[in-house]
């Protein structure tokens, strides 16, 4: 007897409760307060900020690059002039002032990158994948004379790094500012700290079981697997040497090798001075140009970045 169930005490049980509590079967439908929400809210005003902040610049970069000399006083910054549109003729102008003096400039940023981030870069990888993988005595002194260059500002070594140059003969020449561009303390934390993880020691073993070198362990398997710190070290090294401003500065006297951050101050510091020459329209129309090829390459590169974090998501 104690056994049958009674199918109508459910339903009765239901309806009595729905009787005392109209609202019972509401509640879990109600939005409740997350204050998640409110932090995303301010997360997302916080990110628009940030956002007008660097597109701002860059527009009004690309406006008043179309504008002729006149209209940069005479119109609102974040629109274009009365004159029309003159990009392509300040282009032009650009490209041959001075006998095509920004093309020579450009040529040498181009040989300071190429020599100076990618041997940076080549250099990082090799020092930061040894110091990763290998034992040897004064390891961790040398961590520690890292992580205090990484500490000692750049400007700080400006003034030593020319004298030292100066007494070598080096100065004025594109080795004053291509050796010291070959020395990334931060490429080589990087590279050393991402190796560590990125490239396991079963799998050097396994290849050194094998009969493989060093050297064909390292192009064959370790840089693969190292690409997207690879890629990191590279980018940062690429622009910290295309925006290269005080070291070529006080290097170079002679405007021939001048990277593009010197030449336009040159340019832009015409409009003082007694016989002054203002070629504002020709700076802002350098500039443009100037940051086009930072922006090829990262979009260029950064699928190197999405390679490397998949990598490993799938397991065979």
Known sequence: MATVSNPTVRPQTVS?????????????????????????????????????????????????ATKSQPDLFSSFGLWFGDGGFNLWQNIVDTLTYRDGQFVGWFGNTLLY??????????LATIGGYGLAKF??????????????????????LAVPTFLMFSQLGLTNTPWAVILPSLVSPFGLYLIWTYAVDA?????LEAARMDGAGEFRTF?????????????????????????????????????????????????????????????FNLVITGSLLTIVPIVVAFLFLQRFWQSGLSAGSVKG
């Open 199 to 203: 490239v396991p020691t079963e799998l």
């Open 135 to 156: 034992r040897f005595p004064g390891k961790r002194a040398v961590f520690a004379i890292i992580l205090g260059s990484i500490a000692v500002p750049g400007t700080a």
């Open 16 to 64: 009595t409760r729905t009787a005392r509590n109209p609202r019972a079967f509401d509640r879990p439908t109600r939005k409740r307060h997350d204050p998640r929400r409110k932090r995303s809210i301010v997360l997302t005003i916080v990110m628009a900020v940030f956002l007008i902040y660097s597109v701002v610049p860059i527009l009004w970069l690309v406006i008043n």
């Open 219 to 279: 192009f064959t398997i370790s840089l693969r697997l190292l690409g997207p710190g690879i890629v990191t070290v590279l980018l940062f090294a690429i622009v910290a040497t295309w925006n290269n401003y005080f070291l070529p500065l006080i290097m170079l006297s002679e405007p021939t090798w001048y990277p593009l951050t010197v030449g336009l101050s040159q340019w832009s510091a015409q409009a003082t001075g007694v016989a002054a020459q203002p070629i």
């Open 113 to 122: 990158v190429v020599v100076g981030a990618g041997g940076a870069t080549l």
